[in-house]
């Protein structure tokens, strides 16, 4: 089965912990992306990858860090710095190189308090 | 700066009948338009996609058209059915591949 996976479904953290947000596809696609998802908001972009060892920063790159080590994998870190990090995050991939649909992983539900 | 405007109050259609949502967008020229479908608690699934020289687009039944002088994209469902009712969701993209996401219109469609 061809897909993404992001785990957990469900994460909770202490307000001042790093936490890590992992995010693996096997599609065999070349970008990556990472976005916030708010109630009453569309998605925001929090960092992009077209290529391994390369990404790049979105809209709300603050408080947030990517690693893009391996093809399959995109994992992100919601760091202390992020003020209000509370959210439904999603990552997401594509073939890039001018095919512009991207396809969803679940999602992970992240609760600071 | 960018805008893009979706319906935020719910939409509520009886089975059978055509349910139309609509995205309007400000301050950009978008090279495509896309839409996807979420349900909730899921990540969003693709749909259709329509480039800025195409009027119309259809998949089944469903159509979106795209306006670029009004600004404005519709996205039709004909025959709704109750397995239609989710959020549906617009996107516009340029030359970067980047989105920039509407926040979503929920639509609801009545046995």
């Known amino acids: 089965d061809g897909g993404i996976t992001q785990s957990p479904k469900y994460l909770f953290r202490k307000e001042g912990q790093n936490v890590t947000l992992s995010c693996e596809q096997n599609?065999?696609?070349?970008?990556m992306y990472w976005y916030r998802q708010d109630p009453g908001q569309g998605l925001r972009l929090i960092y992009y990858?077209?290529?391994?060892?390369?990404?790049q920063k979105g809209d709300i790159a603050e408080g947030y860090s990517v690693s893009r080590e391996k093809k399959e994998s995109f994992p992100l870190t919601v760091t202390s710095a992020q003020k209000n990090p509370t959210a439904f995050y999603l990552c997401?991939?594509?073939?890039?190189?001018?095919?512009?649909?991207?396809?969803f992983g679940p999602g992970t539900r992240l609760t600071v308090t | 700066s960018q805008k893009i405007e979706q319906n935020s109050e719910a939409l509520n259609i009886q089975e059978g009948k055509t349910a139309t949502l609509t995205c309007n967008y400000t301050?950009?020229?978008?090279?495509?338009l896309q839409w996807y479908r979420q349900d909730p608690g899921r990540g969003p699934v693709f749909l259709l996609l329509?480039?800025?020289n195409e009027k119309e687009k259809r998949k089944e039944r469903l159509k979106v058209t795209f306006d670029t002088t009004l600004k404005q994209s519709l996205f039709h469902i004909t025959a709704s059915q109750p397995a239609d009712s989710a959020t549906y969701l617009c996107?516009?993209?340029?030359?970067?591949?980047?989105?920039?996401w509407g926040a979503g219109t929920k639509l609801i469609i009545k046995p």
């Open positions: 997401a991939s594509n073939r890039g190189q001018g095919t512009y649909e991207q396809y």
């Open positions: 599609l065999n696609h070349d970008a």
């Open positions: 990858s077209q290529i391994v060892n390369d990404f």
């Open positions: 301050n950009y020229s978008p090279a495509y």
């Open positions: 329509i480039r800025e």
């Open positions: 996107a516009l993209g340029g030359s970067n591949y980047q989105l920039i």
